[in-house]
């Protein structure tokens, strides 16, 4: 049996009848065996999202006998995250996903203790929380949180197992190991403001992250036994579109802030870089006052000029208008702007949303340097205005 990377000795105690029939099938395999198996009921392994990622990951860590997961979480179910979020059903539409996902895992596995942690991982709770885990399974699916847990896991010494998802495609790696590169050492700073939407926006395949937390799960179980080769200095992608699969090599970076030159030093909050994660996440979103409105700000404006003096253009697409809209609102999907243009008025007070405020800051951009003078994006999208504006509004 190959050593483990992980400092954590196996349980010293045996078995009992009931565990060896429930792990008979890796007790056979000898990459893991019965020291492989106490070594899983010894793992101490943080979940940081119960989302797409997370779900398939913490069911299938449950499932293998990992004895002590922990799940930071501080969203509740909604309905829309059925279509990926494998962890939740539909009973549980408004629970805390930390609570479901607490039931859920208990009756996978009664064997493995559930701690969960109902609150946004941050920096001042990062490092804390990660304190007593041997290993970070990043779910997240915003970079602020992305990059907090990569420089959570430096500062500490932990291995982060990396996951990422996008339309029909998904990414997996073993970041923040003694022999490996960081997270930053492939991206070493967020992406400008806007130019990468999350998957609220851009939509993902729901068995995508599916199969990207499995592989996750996979990844965090060879290190925890000492099986196989990890995907340290590796970057999987996966297209499910194509069903292909490539590896890409990823070196440690000298000049790496965080793993490199170590000048990152202690813990910050990163400026969340896309409207849509931070509105997603329950966050404020950066806030360009010359062409965003934010939703307190545009309801008063409506409330003094009305509707019809504010011209309100939703360029989402028709079946989001079905779900939910502004009254009065006016459909123009954002690929016919440029056909519908001519027959706005480019005098009047225009304001333009979409989900969450980043296909609607594109199309103001387009419709001021058309000459749309008083046009504004609604900061944030119509989800934000759920949330600042009018809690019964549906969210999606």
């Known amino acids: ?16 009848p009931e565990e060896l029939r429930r792990y008979s099938r890796h007790l056979t395999l000898s990459e893991i065996g019965e020291v492989g198996q106490r070594r899983l009921a010894s793992a101490k392994v943080l979940l940081v999202g119960a989302g797409g990622l997370g779900s398939s990951a913490a069911l299938y860590l449950a499932a293998a006998g990992v004895g002590h997961l922990g799940i930071v979480d501080d969203d509740v179910v909604d309905v829309s995250n059925l279509q990926r979020q494998i962890l939740h059903g539909s009973a549980d539409v ?20 559930v701690q ?57 790696s073993v970041f923040a190991t003694s022999a490996g590169p960081c997270y ?7 992406p400008p403001h806007g130019l990468v939407p999350s998957c609220a926006e851009a939509g993902v395949l729901g068995v995508v992250p599916g199969m990207i937390g499995v592989l996750q799960a996979a990844e965090a179980i060879k290190l925890i036994v000492g099986a196989g080769r990890p995907l340290v200095g590796r970057l999987l992608v996966v297209d499910l579109l194509e069903m292909r699969f490539r590896t890409i090599e990823v070196g440690r970076e000298p000049g790496c802030p965080a793993c490199g030159t170590r000048s990152i030093g202690a813990l910050r909050e990163i400026e969340e870089t896309c409207e ?3 509105a997603a996440a329950g966050m404020s979103a950066p806030f360009n006052s010359d062409i965003e409105i934010s939703p307190p700000a545009l309801a008063l404006r409506l409330a003094h000029a009305g509707a019809e003096r504010v011209e309100l253009i939703d360029v989402r697409e028709p079946w989001e208008h079905a779900i939910v809209r502004l009254p009065g609102a006016r459909l123009i999907p954002f690929g016919t702007l440029d056909h519908v243009m001519p027959d706005l008025d480019a005098a009047r007070e225009t ?46």
């Open 276 to 278: 849509d994660t931070g």
């Open 351 to 396: 304001v333009v949303y979409c989900h969450h405020g980043v296909r609607s800051l594109r199309a103001a951009e387009r419709l001021r340097a058309a000459g749309f003078a008083r046009v504004t994006s609604l900061a944030g999208g119509i989800d934000r205005w759920g949330m600042d504006v009018d809690p019964s509004l549906p969210r999606y």
């Open 94 to 113: 408004g629970r805390p996903k930390t609570e479901s996902a607490r039931a859920r895992l208990a009756d996978v596995n009664p064997h493995v203790r």
């Open 184 to 190: 930053r050492c492939l991206y070493p700073e967020p």
């Open 1 to 16: 049996m190959p050593s483990s990377p992980l400092d954590r000795a196996p349980d010293p105690h045996p078995l009992s």
């Open 116 to 172: 969960t942690f109902p609150t946004r991982f941050a920096a001042s709770n990062a490092l804390e929380i990660m304190q007593s885990f041997d290993m970070v399974v990043d779910g997240t699916d915003n970079f602020r949180t992305r990059y907090l847990v990569n420089d959570a896991c430096v500062l500490s010494g932990k291995p982060n197992v990396h996951g990422s998802v996008s339309g029909f495609e998904g990414r997996v």
